[in-house]
Protein backbone atom coordinates (compact mmCIF):
# COMPACT_ATOMS: atom_id res chain seq x y z
CA UNK A 1 0.00 0.00 0.00
CA UNK A 2 2.46 2.20 1.10
CA UNK A 3 5.26 3.00 -1.68
CA UNK A 4 7.83 5.09 -2.65
CA UNK A 5 9.74 4.74 -5.90
CA UNK A 6 13.23 6.53 -6.35
CA UNK A 7 14.53 7.45 -9.84
CA UNK A 8 17.17 9.65 -11.40
CA UNK A 9 20.28 7.56 -10.13
CA UNK A 10 23.16 6.47 -12.81
CA UNK A 11 26.55 6.86 -13.48
CA UNK A 12 28.42 9.99 -13.08
CA UNK A 13 31.58 11.81 -13.18
CA UNK A 14 33.09 13.70 -10.08
CA UNK A 15 32.00 16.93 -10.22
CA UNK A 16 28.72 15.82 -11.96
CA UNK A 17 25.44 16.70 -11.03
CA UNK A 18 22.37 14.03 -10.32
CA UNK A 19 18.30 14.92 -9.21
CA UNK A 20 16.72 12.07 -7.48
CA UNK A 21 13.18 11.92 -7.35
CA UNK A 22 10.72 9.90 -4.77
CA UNK A 23 7.36 9.48 -6.20
CA UNK A 24 5.30 8.59 -2.84
CA UNK A 25 1.52 6.59 -2.68
CA UNK A 26 -0.64 4.82 -0.54
CA UNK A 27 -0.08 7.47 2.48
CA UNK A 28 -1.21 11.05 3.58
CA UNK A 29 2.37 12.61 1.73
CA UNK A 30 1.72 16.28 3.25
CA UNK A 31 1.54 14.95 7.17
CA UNK A 32 4.94 13.67 7.01
CA UNK A 33 8.74 14.61 7.03
CA UNK A 34 10.62 13.25 4.19
CA UNK A 35 14.78 12.47 4.12
CA UNK A 36 17.05 10.77 2.37
CA UNK A 37 19.03 8.23 3.20
CA UNK A 38 21.89 6.16 1.73
CA UNK A 39 24.32 3.21 2.03
CA UNK A 40 27.50 2.07 0.28
CA UNK A 41 29.06 -0.96 -0.28
CA UNK A 42 29.98 -2.37 3.21
CA UNK A 43 28.32 0.71 5.01
CA UNK A 44 25.45 1.57 7.14
CA UNK A 45 22.64 3.51 6.15
CA UNK A 46 23.13 6.77 6.91
CA UNK A 47 20.88 10.18 7.19
CA UNK A 48 21.41 12.24 3.90
CA UNK A 49 19.07 15.40 4.22
CA UNK A 50 15.73 15.97 5.53
CA UNK A 51 12.77 18.16 5.08
CA UNK A 52 9.66 19.87 6.93
CA UNK A 53 6.26 18.60 6.20
CA UNK A 54 6.20 21.93 3.95
CA UNK A 55 9.56 22.37 3.23
CA UNK A 56 10.29 24.73 5.20
CA UNK A 57 12.98 23.31 7.59
CA UNK A 58 15.74 21.39 5.83
CA UNK A 59 18.68 19.33 7.36
CA UNK A 60 22.06 17.68 5.55
CA UNK A 61 24.70 15.54 6.73
CA UNK A 62 27.72 17.56 7.14
CA UNK A 63 29.44 15.77 4.02
CA UNK A 64 26.63 16.60 1.85
CA UNK A 65 26.17 20.57 3.09
CA UNK A 66 26.33 23.08 0.37
CA UNK A 67 26.12 20.63 -2.60
CA UNK A 68 22.71 19.08 -1.78
CA UNK A 69 19.30 20.25 -2.05
CA UNK A 70 16.12 18.57 -0.22
CA UNK A 71 12.98 19.79 -1.48
CA UNK A 72 9.43 18.24 -1.94
CA UNK A 73 6.19 19.31 -3.80
CA UNK A 74 3.52 17.81 -1.87
CA UNK A 75 0.80 18.48 -4.47
CA UNK A 76 2.96 15.99 -6.62
CA UNK A 77 4.14 14.14 -3.57
CA UNK A 78 7.69 14.06 -4.68
CA UNK A 79 10.55 14.43 -3.32
CA UNK A 80 13.91 15.25 -4.68
CA UNK A 81 17.78 15.41 -3.69
CA UNK A 82 19.37 17.79 -6.30
CA UNK A 83 23.30 16.59 -5.82
CA UNK A 84 25.72 18.88 -7.68
CA UNK A 85 29.74 18.74 -6.93
CA UNK A 86 29.32 14.99 -6.69
CA UNK A 87 32.18 13.03 -5.04
CA UNK A 88 33.56 9.50 -5.60
CA UNK A 89 32.55 8.91 -1.62
CA UNK A 90 28.97 10.07 -2.68
CA UNK A 91 28.52 6.52 -4.82
CA UNK A 92 25.92 4.64 -2.74
CA UNK A 93 21.98 3.24 -2.98
CA UNK A 94 19.88 6.50 -1.72
CA UNK A 95 16.25 5.50 -0.32
CA UNK A 96 13.79 7.94 0.62
CA UNK A 97 11.62 7.32 3.82
CA UNK A 98 8.64 9.07 5.05
CA UNK A 99 8.67 10.05 8.75
CA UNK A 100 11.07 11.70 10.86
CA UNK A 101 9.40 10.54 14.12
CA UNK A 102 6.93 8.32 13.26
CA UNK A 103 6.19 6.32 10.11
CA UNK A 104 2.98 5.88 7.81
CA UNK A 105 1.29 2.62 8.95
CA UNK A 106 3.09 -0.23 6.92
CA UNK A 107 5.97 1.80 5.35
CA UNK A 108 9.41 -0.37 4.59
CA UNK A 109 12.15 0.35 2.90
CA UNK A 110 11.79 0.45 -0.81
CA UNK A 111 14.76 -0.45 -3.92
CA UNK A 112 16.52 2.80 -3.75
CA UNK A 113 18.07 4.53 -6.36
CA UNK A 114 21.85 3.58 -7.36
CA UNK A 115 24.24 6.48 -7.62
CA UNK A 116 28.01 6.09 -9.06
CA UNK A 117 30.32 8.82 -9.17
CA UNK A 118 33.71 7.79 -10.85
CA UNK A 119 36.59 8.31 -13.36
Known amino acids: QVQLVESGGGLVQPGGSLRLSCVAS????????MSWYRQAPGKERELVAS????????NYADSVKGRFTISRDNAKATTYLQMNSLKPEDTAVYYC????????????WGQGTQVTVSS
Open 97 to 108: KAGLTQVPRGWT
Open 26 to 33: GFTFSSYG
Open 51 to 58: VSLAGGRT
